[in-house]
């Protein structure tokens, strides 16, 4: 009878264990996804902000329109950026005898560059992310994980 108890007790642990385990997969994929999100959008700013940068050096004449054209040329590729633009498609393999896309010195539509750019409110502080999907009493002080499988080891002992 103390066998069956002890043994029932040892598999109530044990699936306590597993719930736990799986909650913290979820939980730790959550975080992980967060972090990915929130770098996706540092890394949209970071370039939003470029962009701004050298539209900011076009409009004080730091920048020539020539080189601007030559840099937009050699670094859009996809058809729809082209077409942002104003360029023609690049073609596979030109044909010999097919004419040339415009060289950089023909000025897009007027209508294509934007001079003047707009800057974007500051990014949002941590904080706003809410509090961690963790509660701290499940983490022991000083420990760190690095991976789900240190989180896991932490979690089975």
């Keep these: ?6 043994a029932q007790l040892l598999k109530d642990r044990m699936a306590a264990a597993d719930r736990l385990r799986e909650e913290l997969r979820r939980e730790l994929a959550l975080i992980e996804a967060r972090h ?23 409009a ?3 920048v020539t329109r020539e080189e601007q054209m030559r840099i937009v040329e050699e670094e859009a590729v996809r058809a729809g ?14 044909a ?11 000025p897009p539509p007027s209508d294509v560059w934007l001079v003047e750019p707009v800057f974007d409110p500051p990014p949002r502080p941590l904080s706003s992310l809410g509090p961690p999907p963790v509660p701290a009493s499940r983490l022991v002080e000083g420990d760190t994980h690095d ?9 089975s002992v």
Aim: net charge positive; glycine share 6%; aromatic share 4%.
């Design 147 to 155: 991976s789900i499988e240190s989180l896991l080891e932490a979690v």
């Design 1 to 6: 009878m103390e066998q069956t108890k002890r």
């Design 96 to 106: 010999q005898g097919a004419p040339q896309a415009p060289s950089a010195s023909e």
């Design 36 to 58: 990915a999100a929130r770098d996706r959008k540092k890394d949209t700013r970071r370039k939003v902000l470029m962009g701004a940068f050298f539209l900011n050096q076009v």
């Design 60 to 62: 004080r004449g730091r």
């Design 81 to 94: 950026d082209r077409e942002l633009f104003g360029l023609p498609p690049l073609a596979e393999a030109p």
